[in-house]
């Protein structure tokens, strides 16, 4: 298909109306109307081929779901909820068939579910496949709740799991399941997991659930004085919280792996993998109690990681490098 | 340098406060305040290597001066001011050095120049360079100039030129002079170009002048019923404009061409070239006089293409293929 055909294919594709979008594809711009919303929080993300993932693993319109839930885990790190996004798609010409179908059948199952509209983007072509997505959320009133707003004494609590989407990455480099790159439907992928814990190692990899609901929760209710998602591993993401807050996370008795997942991975490959899209919230001391007490029994539970402590006496925080993913860093 | 260092290497270049900007590069996500804005705009565009740039042809500090200025000229186009920018940057792992710090000179330079502040993005490895842009304008009253909006009778005119981006990329296929890659200063590129023509043909290629201005000034005023800028060619915008509003071009006695662009590069070329980010506007008949009484001589002058006419009896448009741009199109 030529860019015009794909441009018209994307315009044809039906998308729930919203307030907020007076104009999604089709004009220079983009147009929105901001008048509902208290605040806008943005963010943007890449899925680079060979680098965030491989062809050869995984079906096209899993990699089109993935590429807007790891986006919306940033809304959700706000408390905010999703509003609209924007998507560009870097292609090498023979994928503009099957390939840019199943892509985008993905993304906009997604975009309908979270309630997220595609309002532009732009296509190119390109020696490898490179997908840019960029969100806005909203919080209808009130403030969306920052990393660096932590108090000493904060309790931290984790929404969902962190080392489930490692152990996945580490199975497909172990066994380089090329079969993958053909099999769309989750019920499929379950059965060729073979078992129910490799199943949700997979589907942590490919489908992250972004953790809008909980976020938006914590925040509405004042529970969250401040947030991040996991996205470069838990050791690095508490230590972000914990260090733009000018504090030290001291650990509690107990780390939050899933029993099991240490037959599959490193219990340090598990805490610095990344790609987990779970939830980190400082939630005050005095709060706790009440959180157990009021917490929704339809989201995702949280666990108890430790607390916020006052940073040493000359304001540093550790110095060690923390383990994580750095795009940029020498591998050992 | 490592991610990590790289994005602190951002945080601490100076950027001037905007009252849109709540906060920018940090967080999970950057927050803006919607609250003094009529409608907010956005686009997003990349440039891919050996697709839209050859880094043997071009500094990195005028791939990052070009990267803002082609996404200005979509807020142009719907007569917006600039509010703020995301950007993306995909690096092999060599080129986090010198490239970088030449690339983010040259784009907060034209950060600071068009007051867009970089509120955030995305930095990753990547086998090839791949530039992102996503931006924000606002209106602050009224409401932004559609694509679809133009009425029969309408006059069209243009603001600043075709063709001469064309004859710049020509240049640089015909001559391949890889030694462009090492100069930076524009006084030194001039001086290379030898001749005042060749100069400006490689400045519309690698500086595009976006028309903020000048689509600022035709909204506000109330001149503009339609816009859109000259990004694929100004036969294949010329068609979209008028398509867009269910009519047909009709063309006047001259063609907008410089005079000396033939000696450089086919009249069908230069209108067929793309990237010209200039500005097509829809004129309501009668104002023409009053737009050639009160236009301000600051802005770039304009010239009258044509009118809008009512498209066939059938509505259709006409059918022989546009020349222009087109990604996944097959070259000839």
Redesign the interface.
Known sequence: ????E?IRWIRNQKQDESPFV??GV??????????P?S????????L?E???FRRRWMHPYLLGRKALLVNLS??A??G?LPSAC?L?L?LP?DL?GGFFRAFMDGFLEEVRRWKTPL??????????V?V?V?VW?HVESGE?V???TAAEGDAVVLVGDVGLSAAGLNLLKREDPTELADIRKEAELAAWAGDAFRWRCLKAHFLPTPQIQAGDWLRRNGFASA???VSDGLTIDLRRLAG?SRLRFEPGPRIPLEPGLTDHISKEAALAGGEDYALLAAIPGDRLERLRNEYPGHLPEWRHLGSLRQADADGSMETDPAPGF????RRP
Chains 1, 2 share one sequence.
Not at 1 to 4: A, G, P, R, Y
Not at 26 to 35: E, K, T
Not at 326 to 329: E, G, T, V, Y
């Open positions: 298909m030529t860019e015009s794909l007076l104009k089709g004009d220079d711009c983009a147009v929105l109307d901001p008048s919303q605040r806008l929080v943005v963010s943007t993300d890449v680079v060979r680098v965030h940033d809304l790190a706000m905010a924007l560009t870097t010409s503009t309002v532009g983007g732009d296509l190119s072509r390109g020696s490898s490179h840019g960029t959320g969306p920052y990393r660096s947030m991040i998602d733009d750095d795009h940029f860093a």
